[in-house]
């Protein structure tokens, strides 16, 4: 499976962006999709996710009302809506895919539970 992340770049503080992650290969095996993010000198985090099938989805308390997850089977495309942008978003956006159908959405919120990553995108909020 590969993955391309785009959308990322500059906006002021209280703006919004849209990431997408496209995916290619084989796409049937991934259960679910997440986006994580790496702030400067700190560790990556996750961010949010979403089951393929049903479209369940889980947020990080930091985003929770201002980023919203979603997915367009049709073009193995997730997207991740960012509003009310802080400068604590600022970061390398990852998207990742996790393998296998039994799961819930809620737990898969841990880097080793991905299998395969993008190559990030860079998001930069100014205050």
């Known amino acids: 499976v590969q993955l391309q992340a785009s959308g990322g770049g500059l906006v002021q503080a209280g703006g919004s962006l849209r990431l997408s992650c496209a995916a290619s290969?084989?796409?049937?095996?991934?259960?679910?999709m997440g986006w994580f993010r790496q702030a400067p000198g700190k560790e990556r985090e996750f961010v949010a996710a979403?089951?393929?099938?049903?479209?369940?989805?889980y947020y990080a308390d930091s985003v929770k009302g201002r980023f919203t997850i979603s997915r367009d089977n049709a073009k193995n495309t997730v997207y991740l809506q960012m509003n009310s942008l802080k400068p604590d978003d600022t970061a390398v956006y990852y998207c990742a895919a996790k393998t296998g159908t039994r799961m819930v959405v809620s737990s898969i919120r841990f880097e080793y539970q991905y299998d395969y990553w993008g190559q990030g995108t860079q998001v930069t909020v100014s205050s």
């Open positions: 290969g084989r796409t049937f095996s991934t259960g679910a």
């Open positions: 979403i089951r393929w099938s049903g479209g369940s989805t």
